[in-house]
């Protein structure tokens, strides 16, 4: 009788957390945040380069401010900005279906984030243009991205929320 009584007890005890409150709020906002953001940078200064003279000014070798890095560059910020947004939208549409797959595209997009903010690091220091008008922020973005990382990543892989909302 008695351990009926405790099986009982246990049966009324509040389920695990789960669902897409908590910590997973902070990160919702993120994704949206971020495809806003590079929106705005798209349409604000990476569609306008390439219709521009602007193009031409940085890109024919006969320009006083032409560098060889510069179309690469251009267009690689700008695929990599688009693919970025697709996949924020991926990642959403999977978020709010509570799909298995959530933790792992989100160890992606934070780790792409990192990769992808080191490499246009790089790139950019190549440039002596860009190297010139550097006032530290890229560097501090690439740093603040190793944070995020060190942070949301762990949460993804050790979260009992996420374990309960997304592989369970």
Not at 108 to 129: C, K, N, T
Request: glycine share 6%.
């Amino acid at each position: 009788m008695e351990t009926n009584i405790q099986e009982k007890k246990y049966d009324r005890l509040p389920l695990e957390i789960s669902g897409l409150g908590g910590w997973l709020i902070l990160v919702q906002i993120g994704l949206y945040l971020t495809i806003v953001v590079i929106l705005g940078q798209l349409f604000l200064y990476s569609f306008p380069i390439f219709g521009s003279e602007t193009w031409e000014l940085l890109t024919s070798p006969e320009s006083e401010y032409y560098h060889p890095l510069w179309a690469p560059m251009i267009v690689f910020e700008t695929v990599y900005n688009i693919a970025f947004v697709l996949f924020c939208g991926l990642i959403l549409f999977h978020f709010y279906g509570k799909r298995k797959i959530v933790p792992k595209l989100m160890i992606i997009f934070y780790g792409a984030s990192l990769a992808i903010g080191i490499v246009d690091l790089i790139l950019m220091y190549q440039i002596p243009a860009l190297l010139e008008m550097e006032d530290g922020s890229s560097l501090r973005d690439t740093i603040r991205s190793a944070i995020v990382c060190a942070v949301w990543i762990p949460y993804f892989i050790k979260s009992r929320r996420v374990r309960n909302t997304f592989i369970r």
